[in-house]
Protein backbone atom coordinates (compact mmCIF):
# COMPACT_ATOMS: atom_id res chain seq x y z
CA UNK A 1 0.00 0.00 0.00
CA UNK A 2 2.85 2.15 0.89
CA UNK A 3 4.52 1.41 -2.40
CA UNK A 4 1.44 2.76 -4.43
CA UNK A 5 0.68 5.67 -2.35
CA UNK A 6 4.06 7.09 -2.61
CA UNK A 7 3.82 6.38 -6.27
CA UNK A 8 0.58 8.44 -6.05
CA UNK A 9 2.52 11.42 -4.70
CA UNK A 10 5.36 11.37 -6.72
CA UNK A 11 2.94 11.30 -10.22
CA UNK A 12 1.43 14.47 -8.34
CA UNK A 13 4.61 16.16 -8.00
CA UNK A 14 5.17 15.37 -11.70
CA UNK A 15 2.50 16.97 -12.72
CA UNK A 16 2.35 19.82 -11.07
CA UNK A 17 6.07 20.13 -12.28
CA UNK A 18 4.48 20.03 -15.89
CA UNK A 19 1.53 22.00 -15.15
CA UNK A 20 3.74 25.09 -14.04
CA UNK A 21 5.78 24.40 -17.59
CA UNK A 22 9.04 22.65 -16.58
CA UNK A 23 10.22 20.46 -19.51
CA UNK A 24 10.19 16.98 -18.34
CA UNK A 25 13.55 16.13 -19.05
CA UNK A 26 14.16 18.20 -15.79
CA UNK A 27 12.86 16.13 -13.97
CA UNK A 28 15.23 13.36 -14.16
CA UNK A 29 15.58 12.31 -10.36
CA UNK A 30 11.39 12.70 -9.99
CA UNK A 31 10.38 10.66 -13.39
CA UNK A 32 13.14 8.43 -12.41
CA UNK A 33 11.83 7.75 -8.90
CA UNK A 34 8.58 7.32 -10.77
CA UNK A 35 9.91 4.59 -12.59
CA UNK A 36 11.53 2.81 -9.78
CA UNK A 37 8.19 2.94 -7.78
CA UNK A 38 6.13 1.74 -10.88
CA UNK A 39 8.52 -1.03 -11.21
CA UNK A 40 8.60 -2.49 -8.02
CA UNK A 41 4.71 -1.78 -7.61
CA UNK A 42 4.18 -4.16 -10.91
CA UNK A 43 6.75 -6.64 -10.29
CA UNK A 44 5.08 -7.35 -6.26
CA UNK A 45 8.60 -6.32 -5.45
CA UNK A 46 10.42 -3.29 -3.23
CA UNK A 47 12.81 -0.62 -3.61
CA UNK A 48 16.36 -1.54 -2.91
CA UNK A 49 17.12 -0.96 1.29
CA UNK A 50 20.23 0.92 0.25
CA UNK A 51 20.39 4.60 -1.72
CA UNK A 52 22.52 4.01 -4.80
CA UNK A 53 22.70 0.14 -4.23
CA UNK A 54 24.78 -1.38 -6.80
CA UNK A 55 23.61 -2.21 -10.17
CA UNK A 56 19.97 -2.29 -9.15
CA UNK A 57 17.15 -0.41 -7.60
CA UNK A 58 14.01 -2.89 -7.17
CA UNK A 59 13.99 -5.69 -5.19
CA UNK A 60 11.61 -8.29 -7.23
CA UNK A 61 9.10 -10.94 -5.98
CA UNK A 62 11.78 -13.40 -6.00
CA UNK A 63 14.91 -11.45 -4.60
CA UNK A 64 15.09 -10.59 -8.22
CA UNK A 65 17.64 -7.58 -8.19
CA UNK A 66 16.28 -5.06 -11.25
CA UNK A 67 18.12 -2.44 -12.92
CA UNK A 68 15.63 0.55 -13.52
CA UNK A 69 15.99 3.06 -15.65
CA UNK A 70 13.02 5.96 -16.62
CA UNK A 71 13.59 8.43 -19.85
CA UNK A 72 11.24 11.41 -20.83
CA UNK A 73 12.73 11.69 -24.05
CA UNK A 74 10.16 11.88 -27.14
CA UNK A 75 11.97 10.64 -30.14
CA UNK A 76 14.11 7.99 -31.12
CA UNK A 77 17.48 9.98 -30.29
CA UNK A 78 19.53 9.62 -27.30
CA UNK A 79 20.21 6.58 -25.29
CA UNK A 80 19.92 4.88 -21.79
CA UNK A 81 23.41 4.38 -20.40
CA UNK A 82 24.40 1.49 -17.93
CA UNK A 83 27.65 1.42 -16.24
CA UNK A 84 29.61 -1.74 -16.43
CA UNK A 85 31.35 -2.48 -13.49
CA UNK A 86 27.55 -2.83 -11.15
CA UNK A 87 25.85 -4.94 -14.35
CA UNK A 88 26.90 -8.13 -12.47
CA UNK A 89 24.94 -7.69 -9.70
CA UNK A 90 21.74 -7.23 -11.71
CA UNK A 91 18.88 -9.75 -12.91
CA UNK A 92 16.75 -7.77 -15.32
CA UNK A 93 16.31 -4.68 -16.74
CA UNK A 94 13.58 -2.11 -17.58
CA UNK A 95 13.63 0.70 -19.25
CA UNK A 96 10.41 3.31 -19.28
CA UNK A 97 9.66 6.59 -20.69
CA UNK A 98 7.43 8.67 -19.36
CA UNK A 99 4.76 9.53 -21.70
CA UNK A 100 4.22 13.21 -21.25
CA UNK A 101 1.52 14.26 -23.64
CA UNK A 102 -0.50 11.26 -23.48
CA UNK A 103 0.14 11.07 -19.92
CA UNK A 104 1.68 7.73 -19.55
CA UNK A 105 4.44 5.30 -18.35
CA UNK A 106 5.38 2.80 -21.32
CA UNK A 107 7.69 -0.38 -21.29
CA UNK A 108 10.33 0.14 -23.70
CA UNK A 109 12.31 -2.88 -22.16
CA UNK A 110 11.76 -5.94 -19.36
CA UNK A 111 14.47 -8.57 -19.99
CA UNK A 112 17.08 -10.54 -17.96
CA UNK A 113 20.33 -8.83 -17.79
CA UNK A 114 21.50 -10.96 -20.25
CA UNK A 115 18.98 -10.31 -23.36
CA UNK A 116 19.40 -6.84 -22.55
CA UNK A 117 23.32 -7.04 -22.75
CA UNK A 118 23.00 -8.01 -26.18
CA UNK A 119 20.94 -4.91 -27.41
CA UNK A 120 24.06 -2.66 -25.29
CA UNK A 121 27.30 -0.98 -26.94
CA UNK A 122 30.45 0.23 -25.66
CA UNK A 123 30.74 4.62 -25.76
CA UNK A 124 33.88 5.66 -25.55
CA UNK A 125 34.11 6.31 -21.47
CA UNK A 126 33.46 2.12 -21.31
CA UNK A 127 29.92 2.60 -20.42
CA UNK A 128 27.15 0.38 -22.00
CA UNK A 129 24.32 1.76 -23.89
CA UNK A 130 21.27 0.78 -25.23
CA UNK A 131 20.06 3.52 -28.44
CA UNK A 132 16.44 4.35 -27.62
CA UNK A 133 16.06 3.75 -31.59
CA UNK A 134 16.26 -0.16 -30.84
CA UNK A 135 13.62 0.20 -28.12
CA UNK A 136 9.95 0.43 -28.66
CA UNK A 137 7.01 1.05 -26.55
CA UNK A 138 4.83 -1.73 -25.80
CA UNK A 139 1.94 -0.94 -27.55
CA UNK A 140 -1.15 -1.97 -25.91
CA UNK A 141 -4.70 -1.13 -26.58
CA UNK A 142 -6.15 1.58 -23.97
CA UNK A 143 -8.11 -0.80 -21.45
CA UNK A 144 -11.24 0.44 -19.11
CA UNK A 145 -10.66 -0.51 -15.79
CA UNK A 146 -10.35 -4.53 -14.69
CA UNK A 147 -11.07 -5.95 -11.77
CA UNK A 148 -7.05 -7.00 -11.65
CA UNK A 149 -5.78 -3.30 -12.52
CA UNK A 150 -3.55 -2.15 -10.07
CA UNK A 151 -4.42 1.60 -9.44
CA UNK A 152 -2.57 4.83 -7.41
CA UNK A 153 -4.88 8.05 -6.37
CA UNK A 154 -3.63 10.67 -4.62
CA UNK A 155 -5.87 13.97 -4.49
CA UNK A 156 -6.99 14.08 -8.51
CA UNK A 157 -4.18 11.92 -9.58
CA UNK A 158 -4.89 8.47 -10.51
CA UNK A 159 -2.47 5.98 -12.18
CA UNK A 160 -4.00 2.94 -13.23
CA UNK A 161 -1.30 -0.35 -13.76
CA UNK A 162 -2.62 -3.24 -16.32
CA UNK A 163 -1.50 -5.86 -15.24
CA UNK A 164 2.13 -7.59 -16.86
CA UNK A 165 0.20 -8.52 -19.64
CA UNK A 166 -0.39 -5.14 -20.75
CA UNK A 167 2.38 -2.94 -19.75
CA UNK A 168 1.29 0.08 -20.25
CA UNK A 169 -0.17 2.79 -17.49
CA UNK A 170 -2.36 5.74 -17.64
CA UNK A 171 -2.36 8.63 -15.59
CA UNK A 172 -5.19 10.46 -15.19
CA UNK A 173 -5.76 13.85 -13.43
CA UNK A 174 -6.09 17.83 -14.04
CA UNK A 175 -5.07 18.03 -17.46
Excluded at 13 to 27: C, K, M, N, Q, Y
Excluded at 127 to 147: F, G, K, M, Q
Amino acid sequence: MQLIQSLGEALAWFERDISWGVPATELRHLFGRIGELYVAMITNGQMATDVNQRGYDVVGLNNERISVKTTAQSGLEGFISFNPRTLEFVNRVFVLRVNTEEMQVETLLDKPVAEARLLMGEDTSGRLSIPLRRLSPTRAAPREHSDDALAATVGDVTMRADPPSNRRSRIAGRR
